[in-house]
Every structure is written in C-alpha cells, then in structure tokens.
C-alpha cells in the first residue's frame, strides 16, 4: 500500500485525523484526491517525518536500490526533524532570554519603587515636588519604552 487516507496515516503515524487534515489543508503534507478521499502517499509521510509507525512495503516489493532510496529519504526527513527541534530550541531560548529581561526589568522597578517610597516619607514639600516631576519623567520614559519594545514585537 504506498497510499494512505487521512484516517489510516493518522493511526500509523500517531497523529490526530483533524491534526493530519489540518496540515493538508495547510499544504504542510501534500495529499492526491480520488472522488471525495484525500490519499497521502507513503513518501510523503516520509518527507515530513511521519513514517514512525508505518508497516514495511510487502516483501520482495523493494529492490536493493529502493531500499537505499527509503533509506535516503529516511536520513533526509530525521535531517529535517533535526533542524525544526534546532530552530524550536532556538526560539525558546530567545523567548526565555527575553522573558530574563523582563523580569530583571520589573524587580529593578520594584527597587526603585521601594527607594522612592523611602525618600517621599522623609523628604520635605519641596523634595516631595522634585521627586514628583522626577517620577512623571520615569513614567513617560516607561510608556515610551513600553510601546515601542512590548506592543511594537507583539505586532
């Protein structure tokens, strides 16, 4: 059997059918249509990486240089699982870094919070009016700096 329905690749590789259909839909997996069944064929379960739980072709099917090709396709699509883990581990990390930064961001606000709360209780009226305009100038700069670095990478 070199084809698949959506329903019998969804079983040999593990996945969900609607998980499976969503990458056919989203052209991730490329799929033949016959009357109203989408057919995956087995080599390109084998190009993305699904072919785990695949059962062998029939005996005496595969030539010794078909056995190679398998196998060739075999090492290019773990080459390609290689590379999306490598590319997933290196976002985590770029997410991770930047969620240290935040966080280092918000204790040393939370200082500076502390520190000011400190002086406005002992200073007198006219430190309390320097501490003021010092603060609203710290609270633009953080809106500024929280609109261009948040909001601008969120988009």
Do not use: C, W
């Amino acid at each position: 059997m070199n084809t698949f329905t959506i329903a019998e690749a969804a079983e040999l590789t593990g996945l969900t059918k609607k998980a499976l259909r969503h990458r056919v839909d989203r052209g991730q997996i490329r799929a033949e249509k016959e009357g109203n069944v989408r057919r995956i064929p087995r080599s390109e379960l084998e190009r993305v990486g699904l072919a785990v739980a695949l059962p062998p072709p029939p005996p005496g099917s595969t030539s010794p240089s078909s056995a190679a090709e398998e196998l060739q396709a075999a090492l290019a699509a773990a080459q390609r699982r290689l590379a999306e883990s490598e590319r997933a581990l290196t976002r985590e990390r770029t997410l991770r870094e930047e969620a240290e930064l935040r966080l280092t961001d918000a204790v040393a606000a939370a200082e500076y919070e502390r520190e000011l709360s400190r002086r406005l209780a002992e200073a007198g009226p006219r430190e309390r009016r320097r501490l003021a305009r010092e603060v609203d100038e710290s609270e633009r700069a953080a809106q500024v700096f929280f609109r261009r670095v948040v909001v601008e990478d969120d988009a």
